[in-house]
């Protein structure tokens, strides 16, 4: 038995990624274009044919852009919450196709199990902008994934998926310095303080994570507020007084698709890349230095 995941994109200018398993697979998010959704999916081993369903966090056109043609195409069941699949009403004016995507739409209540096929599926609230915006809690079997971005907190039943996984996606989409400092508006510095996590909330819950055999992703990197180099940062001051990660750790770009994950049946995992090291991160200490804010916060 192999099961495979792996993000695709992840961050304002798209989102996608696939749980793959012997018995069929997941596609979550359909923010990116048909034609590279099924080359990355080509390139990671997997088929269209393979596809049983299609989870949507939000109605942001960055997690569903493509869900048109994606549906028009493989006409698998799209699984959303209530406030999604209202949401989807907006884009019809423009798309008849999105008419075809409601039909197809079935919602899943917050919080409540949803049996699919051999997955088990729960949608996790999330504090976000988008009506019915969630985070997915998914079983396959004995093991648990789970896929959290597009929120202002990171609330307990979220902690609790992630306690409960052996994947899980969590957002560090902003460095608090770098939003302020950048030309946008104050209205929406507010806006992605109140419905995005920084970088320094998701660090600041690692300690409460149980120090298991898992694997963490950090995604949703904002691209104009954001780097790899300031996630590290921030996981370097985190785990100063750690000798290692106690996970298999990955950063996830939004201009190149994630590791691909494999877990084979005697429970190995095998991926495509290097796990963040703590202390290849403590060499590089140099080059993880923040640069002197040029402005100061304001309230």
Known sequence: MTIKFRIFASGSNGNSGILSTPDGALLIEAGISRKRLFHLMKDSGISPADLQ??????????????????????????????????????????????????????????RTPLEFGTFRIQSLPTVHDALGATAFYIKYRDIGFTLITDTGQILPH???????????????????PALYRSQRSRSLKRRIRKTHLDNG??????????????????????????????????LLEWGEEQEEFPWDCFICRRDSPGPLLMLSGNDMLHTSEQSLSLKSLKENRRILQPKKDLLSYFP
């Open 201 to 234: 909330q998701t660090t600041s819950i690692l300690s409460q994570i149980d120090q298991d055999n898992k694997v963490l992703l950090f995604g949703h990197l904002s691209g104009e507020c954001n780097s790899p180099l300031h996630v590290k940062r921030e």
């Open 53 to 110: 369903g299609i989870l949507i966090s939000h109605y942001h056109t960055d997690h569903c852009r493509d869900l048109p043609i994606i549906n028009e195409q493989l006409n698998v069941p799209i699984i959303s919450s209530k406030g999604t699949r209202e949401g989807f009403h907006k884009y019809q004016s423009y798309d008849s196709r999105w008419v075809s995507v409601i039909n197809n739409t079935r919602t899943l209540p917050p």
């Open 158 to 176: 979220h902690l609790d998926a992630i306690n409960n996984s052996m994947f899980s996606l969590l957002e560090m989409n902003h460095d608090i």
